[in-house]
């Protein structure tokens, strides 16, 4: 039995979709449970539209949810030989012809087709005809002579068995005038090149299957396993398009998404194994079989994405979430400075508190983070007479507290209430203004622990309270 190999090919032309991670992932996964490999192909024919900045972001995004090809990436603009190859061999072998149509001619017959309301196929006009009637001067198209009879049947892995009447499957080009493959041929010369055993990809391709299963019939290559995945959809229904908001890593990773949690989510995203819901890596590999997969389209869900990285964040070693909370500082903020690094690690446990994001972590720790307070205008009007005296005596009472914890503070807290004659509220609000700059923000005794003596007192007193 041959091993297992599953391929990804990516167009270079714009950042990758959330959709193309999804199917990486799940070829990735299929071959990693079979103990084969995987490949990344990258389909840079368009030489236009194709920029080495994409081939860059493809490679690093999957490299970010964790899904790294075996061997060095496949490059299909390097293999057009051998794609005019395997072109000409059809020519010779009368399973292709040369069309001499000219564009005028096919966009008569694609308008015909659209008067009528029916879907444009190619009239085979060229497909029978003698060389000799050809235009001079004229340079041809090669197209593949599809079945004209009978029908053929696709053995999905996801979708079953699905039908086709040959006659609806045109004679497609496979060289264009120019000498140039079209992407059916070189896709079906590369997967057999690369002796790959399983194509997953979105079920809008199927139709491009059904051309490529003529390829392999009639070169007599061993045909692939197909399986066809469904789409993934906006919210209101609609297929994801690369023009959606969050519709690229970029903008999940910018927000404070984690790759663990993200990568969950996609496997989940129209795959199910019983009712597991979280899933290591490993148990991904385990567990990922082609079966588990549904044949409806999925619906890309904001909330469950949040949803799942407040899991994430809730549950994973604190240590590496502190690595992942630093890079992402770098990245997307400004770098925790090195002094300021262990006060956040420290407070990392009610830091996370009701965090969906890294960013939500980062906004909560900013009172750390500065060195100067920055406060909220609206917020600092709140330091009426009344709070300068709490915020005054508590500093008094303060400067005696020798060990920072919740008990030693506690008693300070409620004595100020008592002679202010006023409710904690009274107490920690403008406290917490005066240390944070925001009524908004942690339990007022995690701020003070976190801060440290030193830096209570000197925020306690500074001109702007006055």
Known sequence: MKK???????????????????????????????????????????????????????????????????????????????????????LKNGHAYKCYCSSDEIEEQKQRAKQKKIPYIYDRKWRN??????????????????????????????????????????????????????????????????????????????????????????????????????????TEGKKLSKRDKASTLDDYSKIGIMSDALRNYLLRLGWSYKDKEIFTLNESIKYFNLEGIGKSPSKLDMSRILSMNEHYIKNIDENHLFNQLTEYCKLYKSEIKSDKKEKIKKSLPFLKNKAKTLEDIFNNGQYIMVDNVNFNQEDIKLIDDKAK?????????????????????EPIVNELIKSNDTNFKGVGQPLRIALTGSKFGPGIYDIIISLGKDEVRKRLTNKKLS
């Open 4 to 90: 297992v190999a599953t391929r990804f090919a990516p167009s270079p032309t714009g950042p990758l979709h959330i959709g193309g991670v999804r199917t990486a992932l799940f070829n990735w996964l299929y071959s990693k449970n079979k103990k084969g490999s995987f490949y990344l192909r990258i389909e840079d024919t368009d030489k236009e539209r194709s920029k080495d900045k994409y081939k860059e972001q493809i490679v690093k995004s999957l490299k970010w949810i964790g899904v790294e090809n075996d061997g060095d990436e496949y490059i299909q603009s390097k293999k057009i030989n051998d794609h005019i190859k395997v072109a000409n061999e059809l």
């Open 129 to 234: 005809k003698n060389e000799s009637e050809a235009p001079k001067d004229s340079k041809p198209t090669i197209r593949f002579k599809s079945k004209i009879n009978g029908n053929t049947i696709l053995k999905d892995l996801v979708q079953g068995d699905v039908q086709i009447d040959n006659n609806t499957i045109e004679d497609f080009i496979i060289l264009r005038n120019d000498g140039s493959p079209t992407y059916n041929l070189s896709a079906s010369v590369d997967d057999h090149l690369m002796n790959i055993t399983h194509i997953i990809r979105g079920d809008d391709h199927k139709i491009n299957t059904f051309k490529q299963m003529q390829i392999y019939i009639a070169m007599k290559w061993e045909l692939p396993s197909f399986a066809h995945i469904p789409l993934i959809h906006t």
């Open 389 to 409: 005296k709490v915020i005054s005596d508590f500093n008094t009472k303060f400067s005696h507290v020798n060990k920072l914890s919740k008990e030693t503070l």
